[in-house]
């Protein structure tokens, strides 16, 4: 079995049995058990160290272990499980509540949709209608910023919390009417659907608020374990400079890992805009990081999800990002 067949995992609800990557040594001080999502935001970088070898040229042993969404793998980092993991936007308030540590920004994210069944003229037309949303989750974001655009909240829709595997199948099967949603998953639902609807995309909130992508680690491996973090951050900034120069490569490598067409991520790759590592560290140094993180908070204390932030300068740890770039 190769290396890279070690490190992929079928996507399955919360954790699976983490596959060994590569690197070398054994002591605990070295091991790195890692989260991922099965898509490009989630998996390509972690492709690229793996092709790489960044993991052993950092003195790491890398496992992986794949989720469906970012509030299971803080649920593992709370509890020990991981050492760290990935988030998409829609779990940011829980960093931001204290409940794990933001250690590297990744994408702006523009996958998230409010899909909704063929012939629906726009979000007016879901009063009343069942709308599945993965909770917790960028879907739910999206959902939330649509509703208010449209002068609606959920009280004016039926919201039926689901899975994200549940609410490819019930879309499809007519089951539900609309979906706070995200690619690449859409694209199977149009496969069975082709005349779905989108009534709204991240994009059409940019200038409102921003959807950043992270990599999240438990607080005692940032405040107990800082050498190693500093090196898993030293891994990941070279994955980064290696994603932007060779992006096409990228996308191969991403494919492989997640034994999925090529075409297929190429299309997810699209609906994401790229953050390089030194554009990462003049942009936590000017304070855009952190209007971006304090906007969110703003955001999620309205919703009721985050009933107090930490503030982003508790919970990003920017120096310790930044610091992992220097000699």
């Known amino acids: 079995m190769t290396s890279r067949k070690r490190w992929l995992a079928g996507a399955l609800a919360g954790i699976v049995v983490a596959l060994t990557g590569c690197g070398g040594g054994s002591e605990a001080s070295n091991e790195v058990r890692f989260g991922y999502i099965g898509d490009y935001n989630g998996a390509s970088l972690l492709a690229v160290a793996e092709d790489q070898e960044l993991w052993g040229k950092h003195g790491l042993d890398a496992t992986a272990s794949v989720f469906t ?9 709370g509890s020990g499980d991981l050492d760290f993991g990935y988030i998409g936007p829609g779990a940011m308030w829980l960093p931001a509540s204290g409940q794990a540590k933001v250690v590297a920004l990744n994408t702006l994210g523009n996958a998230d949709r409010v899909i909704a069944q ?8 879901l009063r009343g209608k069942t709308i ?17 655009r449209a ?3 959920e009280n004016d829709v039926k919201v039926v919390p689901m899975d994200a595997s549940t609410i490819v199948s019930a879309f499809s099967a007519k089951r539900i009417d609309a979906a706070g949603f995200w690619y690449p998953a859409i694209d199977t639902i149009t496969k069975q659907v082709p005349g779905l609807v989108e009534l709204a995309r991240n994009s ?9 992508t992270a990599f999240v680690a438990g607080n005692d491996v940032v405040t107990g374990q800082q050498d190693k973090a500093r090196r898993v951050l030293a891994v990941l900034r070279e994955a980064m400079r290696y994603r932007s120069a ?8 991403t494919a492989e890992l997640l034994e999925k067409d ?3 991520v190429r299309a997810d790759a699209a609906n994401v805009q790229v953050l390089g590592a030194e554009e990462l ?7 855009t990081v952190r209007n971006w993180l304090s906007t969110m908070d703003s955001y999620f204390t309205g919703t009721g999800q985050l009933k107090g932030s930490t503030g982003p300068e508790n919970y990003y740890t920017g120096d310790l990002f930044t610091s992992a770039g220097r000699p």
């Open 281 to 287: 560290d003049r942009m936590t140094a000017d304070g």
């Open 262 to 264: 090529p075409a297929q």
């Open 151 to 153: 002068g609606m909240t």
């Open 69 to 77: 969404n970012g509030p299971l793998q803080v649920q593992a980092l």
């Open 204 to 212: 059409d909130f940019r200038g409102e608020v921003e959807f950043p």
């Open 132 to 148: 599945g949303v993965p909770r917790g989750t960028s879907g739910e974001m999206i959902l939330d910023l649509a509703l208010r």
């Open 246 to 253: 060779n992006p096409e490569r990228t996308i191969e490598l």
């Open 118 to 125: 063929p012939g629906t003229g726009g979000m007016a037309d």
